[in-house]
């Protein structure tokens, strides 16, 4: 089908678990994805990748398509409520999703310099060493029980 998009996801096989809202960063994904879809009318190529930076303690999501890209004039505005570029947007999407990321203490910005597409970092902080060792006690615990 000459209209397809294929997804290709690489993820980083020692990123600690993530203590987030299941709902919130599924909303915020399915946002930059939705969006990617829009921007591939001809089909394209989604990657999404994951990456852990131990020295920022945070892990890294990027969401990178092979779309139409970003109008360098709409960066300033693109996680502005109501702001849009399409025809059939609310403008709510990318507002939302920077809302979701703050409230989880993270980030999401629009990574500059794309040749082609539209790409979207996300961090997310590690969560802090005594919070993953409670976690697994408590997972031992119930894995017992």
Known sequence: DKHAITV?????????????????????????????????????QIEITTRLDRHARVAELVFRDSGTGIDPRALDHLFEPMWTTKDSGSGFGLAIAHEIMVEHGGQIEAIGGQQQGAAFRLTLPLPSTNVVASAQREEVMTDVA
């Open 8 to 44: 290709a996801v690489t993820l980083e096989p020692n990123l600690p678990p993530l203590y987030a809202d299941r709902d919130g960063l599924q909303q915020v994904f399915l946002n930059l994805i939705n969006n990617s879809v829009d921007a591939m009318s001809q089909g394209g």
